[in-house]
């Protein structure tokens, strides 16, 4: 009996492996895909070839109108930055098609192997789910997509909306590995597949930091119309923006590269993110550009009297339909079609399809023209909405007026002296420190009869104590480390700078203020310790919220000794010192204005060492951390006040308080001049502009200066 219960046994055991393995097959059969030829090999090389047959052919739905100049620079714009990385901004006319051609391009760049990783940014995480859902889409419904890659759009389209199948689908038994949901989309791993693992997700704005998937870091991402008009209009907002774009999306990279990113938008106001970075002159590594829907106006409209302003009436009658309930604007578009000869001629438009072609019951054509589509638009919102919308020029009369500098203006003004050499026709040799609780900051210039220039600056370490400085058993240590690096540095300064004509001759600092805003104890020891009245306290006044205003005392006093122009100095009792006072607007705004005055080459201008001027990158954007700003208010009066756009302003304190000290020794005040025009003699040539008007030299500070060299003590040079 047990023999024959055995027997039973494994022949049931056999049947239930058998019945597995039966199965198994079934269910590898079931999710095992095989794939398909290519149907048209040449249609497939074709559009790798050329982008905008690719985009015509395969989107031939999204892409029925033949590319345009702005749609085509677009499209190339963002394939450039998917092969060779960089940045992009452009600014494009609202409604223009951005969406449609970024559909067309990540598309085109993931199905020929150029994007393994990409992010979509929109301004809201919803949206940026709708965009990569319209792209996933294509690869799931698209049957010319589907004939000619089979190998990345079969393996999406057997799963028939079932996304949960992606987790066992195998083509030849091996899995696929794909995920095809909303939040993340990885293209199935094919070998020979171009696309095979490429990812695609839709990145929130807030939340982008520490992406990697699968041991891969982002590649490209796209910021797709990031801004909103709530986040132009608050500065709480713009910032969070900024810091997404230059900071979060940056630090995606793996270590050691950088990420690509592209930015499409349409400028809403001035001043805006997207006007500042598709503005070459204050963010040149973004390449900015900005389309217009109107290149050039018409020829009418630039000379209305000429042709008894045809379009104003155009838009008059539109005005007019609209309130007889027109809303067709029948009379303008009669009027449009009776005159369209003069009214075209000399305007250029960037798409000639952008127009309304609707057949009404009349048998007319709503539209028959992008010009008539635009003057349209004028008629119901304003010029103000349309050179928003469609020619990304907003109206400057409702932001706050601010002066015109850029780090281009200060990475220019180099003039090839070496650096830490003074120039030969140095009157005044000042210096300015600016103390910090980790670090020290210092500038030194040299003014002469003409320009200004920086020898050098930089930042010296200090020593302070580890934790929180503000508590009180840190403070001594704090203000000792500060006290050994104004020594450190002033016995470096006692050296002495080379002059351009003699290096072997020397030349030393006629003064040196010291910013004792922060920890004036330090400071008022080092002066009192220091012989000779080349290092003083000084203090920076104005319209900075963390800023007295400066206000020149009235009356004198033993106490107080007012200066000619924009500083006084006062009297510390207790230490025995003079701290001098300073108006740090002027003398900021003097300094920037100074940057922008030497492509002019006027009085004024300052000027940087060496010759290669991205080497003063990070010296630029300190000087263009703070922007004046200055705002009129009906009923109010002027606003002026500081923008500060980084805390990273410390040498344009730096150089405002050279400027300053050079002032307090006797460099005459003088506005910044406007150029000599250049004259025309009557045979055509060009006369020689005459000099502007020089400001006389001091009398005292070279003759003082050669005697300081003559009679310096040694042990001051040693010190």
Same mark, same amino acid.
């Given at each position: 009996?047990?023999?024959? &219960?055995?027997?039973? +046994?494994?022949?049931?055991?056999?049947?239930?492996?058998?019945?597995?393995?039966?199965?198994?097959?079934?269910?590898?059969?079931?999710?095992?895909?095989?794939?398909?030829?290519? #149907?048209?090999?040449?249609?497939?090389?074709?559009?790798?070839?050329?982008?905008?047959? %690719?985009?015509?052919?395969?989107?031939?739905?999204?892409?029925?109108?033949?590319?345009?100049?702005?749609?085509?620079?677009?499209?190339?714009?963002?394939?450039?930055?998917?092969?060779?990385?960089?940045?992009?901004?452009?600014?494009?006319?609202?409604?223009?098609?951005?969406?449609?051609?970024?559909?067309?391009?990540?598309?085109?760049?993931?199905?020929?192997? @150029?994007?393994?990783?990409?992010?979509?940014?929109?301004?809201?995480?919803?949206?940026?789910?709708?965009?990569?859902?319209?792209?996933?889409?294509?690869?799931?419904?698209?049957?010319?997509?589907?004939?000619? %890659?089979?190998?990345?759009?079969?393996?999406?389209?057997?799963?028939?909306?079932?996304? +949960?199948?992606?987790? @066992?689908?195998?083509?030849?038994?091996?899995?696929?590995? @794909?995920?095809?949901?909303?939040?993340?989309?990885?293209?199935?791993?094919?070998?020979?597949?171009?696309?095979?693992?490429?990812?695609?997700?839709?990145?929130?704005?807030?939340?982008?930091?520490?992406?990697?998937?699968?041991?891969?870091?982002?590649?490209?991402?796209?910021?797709?119309?990031?801004?909103?008009?709530?986040?132009?209009?608050?500065?709480?907002?713009?910032?969070?923006?900024?810091?997404? #774009?230059?900071?979060?999306?940056?630090?995606?990279?793996?270590?050691?590269?950088?990420?690509?990113?592209?930015?499409?938008?349409?400028?809403?106001?001035?001043?805006?993110?997207?006007?500042? %970075?598709?503005?070459?002159?204050?963010?040149?590594?973004?390449?900015?550009?900005?389309?217009? @829907?109107?290149?050039?106006?018409?020829?009418? /409209?630039?000379?209305?009297?000429?042709?008894?302003?045809?379009?104003?009436?155009?838009?008059?009658?539109?005005?007019?339909?609209?309130?007889?309930?027109?809303? =067709?604007?029948?009379?303008?578009?009669?009027?449009?079609?009776?005159?369209?000869?003069?009214?075209?001629?000399?305007?250029?438009?960037?798409?000639?399809?952008?127009?309304?072609?609707?057949?009404?019951?009349?048998?007319?054509?709503?539209?028959?023209?992008?010009? !008539?589509?635009?003057?349209?638009?004028?008629?119901?919102?304003?010029?103000?909405?349309?050179?928003? /919308?469609?020619?990304?020029?907003?109206?400057?009369?409702?932001?706050?007026?601010?002066?015109?500098?850029?780090?281009?203006?200060?990475?220019?003004?180099?003039?090839?002296?070496?650096?830490?050499?003074?120039?030969?026709?140095?009157?005044?040799?000042?210096?300015?420190?600016?103390?910090?609780?980790?670090?020290?900051?210092?500038?030194?210039?040299?003014?002469?009869?003409?320009?200004?220039?920086?020898?050098?600056?930089?930042?010296?370490?200090?020593?302070?104590?580890?934790?929180?400085?503000? /508590?009180?058993?840190?403070?001594?240590?704090?203000?000792?480390?500060?006290?050994?690096?104004?020594?450190?540095?002033?016995?470096?300064?006692?050296?002495? $700078?080379?002059?351009?004509?003699?290096?072997?001759?020397?030349?030393?600092?006629?003064?040196?203020?010291?910013?004792?805003?922060?920890?004036?104890?330090?400071?008022?020891?080092?002066?009192?310790?220091?012989?000779?009245?080349?290092?003083?306290?000084?203090?920076?006044?104005?319209?900075?919220?963390?800023?007295?205003?400066?206000?020149?005392?009235?009356?004198? =006093?033993?106490?107080?000794?007012?200066?000619?122009?924009?500083?006084?100095?006062?009297?510390?009792?207790? +230490?025995? #010192?003079?701290?001098?006072?300073?108006?740090?607007?002027?003398?900021?705004?003097?300094?920037?204005?100074?940057?922008?005055? &030497?492509?002019?080459?006027?009085?004024?201008?300052?000027?940087?060492?060496?010759?290669?001027?991205?080497?003063?990158?990070?010296?630029?954007?300190?000087?263009?951390?703070?922007?004046?700003?200055?705002?009129?208010?009906?009923?109010?009066? $002027?606003?002026?006040?500081?923008?500060?756009?980084?805390?990273?302003?410390? $040498?344009?304190?730096?150089?405002?308080?050279?400027?300053?000290?050079?002032?307090?020794?006797?460099?005459?005040?003088?506005?910044? &001049?406007?150029?000599?025009?250049? !004259?025309?003699?009557?045979?055509?040539?060009?006369?020689?502009?005459?000099?502007?008007?020089?400001?006389?030299?001091?009398?005292?500070?070279?003759?003082? &200066?050669?005697?300081?060299?003559?009679?310096?003590?040694?042990?001051?040079?040693?010190?």
């Amino acid at each position: 009996m047990a023999d024959i &219960q055995n027997k039973i +046994n494994d022949a049931l055991a056999r049947e239930r492996t058998a019945q597995a393995e039966l199965m198994a097959r079934k269910r590898s059969s079931g999710r095992d895909i095989t794939i398909p030829h290519v #149907v048209n090999m040449r249609r497939r090389r074709r559009g790798e070839r050329d982008p905008e047959y %690719f985009c015509r052919t395969y989107l031939r739905d999204t892409f029925s109108k033949p590319f345009t100049d702005d749609g085509r620079d677009l499209l190339y714009a963002i394939i450039n930055k998917a092969r060779h990385g960089g940045k992009q901004a452009i600014a494009a006319a609202r409604g223009d098609g951005k969406t449609s051609i970024i559909k067309g391009a990540i598309i085109y760049c993931i199905i020929y192997g @150029m994007l393994r990783y990409t992010i979509y940014v929109d301004k809201n995480y919803d949206d940026a789910k709708i965009r990569v859902g319209n792209i996933r889409f294509e690869f799931e419904e698209n049957e010319l997509l589907t004939e000619d %890659f089979p190998e990345i759009c079969y393996p999406v389209r057997a799963l028939e909306g079932a996304t +949960n199948r992606a987790n @066992m689908q195998t083509v030849n038994g091996k899995r696929t590995r @794909m995920k095809w949901g909303d939040e993340l989309i990885i293209f199935p791993t094919i070998p020979g597949s171009l696309a095979s693992g490429a990812i695609l997700q839709p990145g929130p704005s807030s939340k982008l930091r520490g992406r990697n998937i699968r041991n891969q870091r982002p590649q490209f991402v796209v910021v797709d119309d990031i801004e909103t008009p709530d986040s132009v209009k608050s500065e709480t907002l713009t910032r969070d923006i900024l810091n997404c #774009v230059t900071k979060d999306i940056a630090g995606l990279a793996p270590p050691g590269e950088s990420i690509a990113v592209i930015w499409p938008c349409t400028i809403m106001i001035k001043d805006c993110l997207s006007d500042r %970075f598709t503005d070459p002159r204050q963010e040149p590594s973004w390449h900015g550009k900005r389309h217009k @829907m109107i290149k050039k106006m018409p020829d009418c /409209e630039l000379d209305k009297d000429k042709e008894k302003h045809l379009w104003e009436r155009f838009i008059l009658l539109c005005e007019q339909d609209d309130f007889d309930g027109d809303d =067709s604007h029948r009379t303008a578009h009669r009027f449009y079609l009776e005159n369209r000869k003069i009214m075209d001629a000399g305007a250029i438009v960037a798409n000639p399809y952008r127009f309304n072609p609707k057949q009404l019951t009349d048998g007319s054509q709503l539209e028959v023209s992008t010009l !008539e589509h635009c003057y349209r638009f004028i008629a119901k919102w304003g010029w103000d909405s349309f050179n928003c /919308e469609f020619q990304n020029d907003p109206p400057a009369d409702e932001i706050p007026e601010t002066d015109d500098i850029t780090i281009n203006h200060v990475m220019k003004s180099v003039n090839s002296l070496p650096e830490g050499v003074v120039p030969a026709d140095c009157d005044y040799l000042t210096a300015f420190i600016d103390i910090h609780a980790r670090h020290i900051d210092w500038v030194v210039m040299a003014y002469g009869s003409h320009k200004r220039h920086v020898v050098g600056y930089g930042q010296e370490p200090v020593n302070s104590p580890n934790g929180n400085l503000k /508590e009180a058993h840190n403070l001594q240590g704090l203000q000792e480390a500060i006290l050994t690096s104004l020594r450190d540095w002033r016995d470096r300064a006692a050296e002495g $700078w080379p002059l351009s004509d003699n290096l072997n001759d020397r030349r030393y600092l006629d003064i040196c203020l010291i910013d004792g805003g922060y920890q004036p104890d330090p400071v008022k020891a080092f002066v009192k310790e220091t012989p000779g009245r080349t290092f003083r306290i000084s203090k920076g006044e104005g319209s900075r919220k963390d800023e007295d205003s400066f206000n020149m005392p009235k009356k004198k =006093s033993p106490d107080i000794k007012p200066g000619k122009a924009h500083w006084y100095a006062s009297r510390d009792k207790k +230490n025995r #010192v003079w701290i001098y006072h300073l108006d740090a607007d002027w003398n900021k705004r003097n300094v920037q204005q100074g940057f922008v005055m &030497q492509d002019k080459n006027l009085f004024g201008a300052i000027t940087l060492y060496g010759d290669s001027g991205i080497a003063h990158k990070n010296y630029a954007q300190h000087i263009n951390a703070e922007l004046w700003t200055e705002k009129y208010n009906p009923g109010k009066g $002027w606003e002026r006040w500081w923008d500060v756009k980084s805390r990273r302003n410390h $040498w344009l304190d730096g150089t405002a308080g050279c400027l300053a000290g050079a002032i307090i020794l006797g460099l005459p005040v003088v506005d910044v &001049q406007s150029s000599p025009p250049t !004259e025309t003699k009557e045979n055509g040539s060009a006369e020689t502009p005459k000099k502007a008007a020089t400001v006389p030299k001091p009398t005292t500070s070279p003759a003082r &200066q050669r005697r300081q060299r003559t009679r310096r003590p040694r042990t001051r040079r040693s010190r």
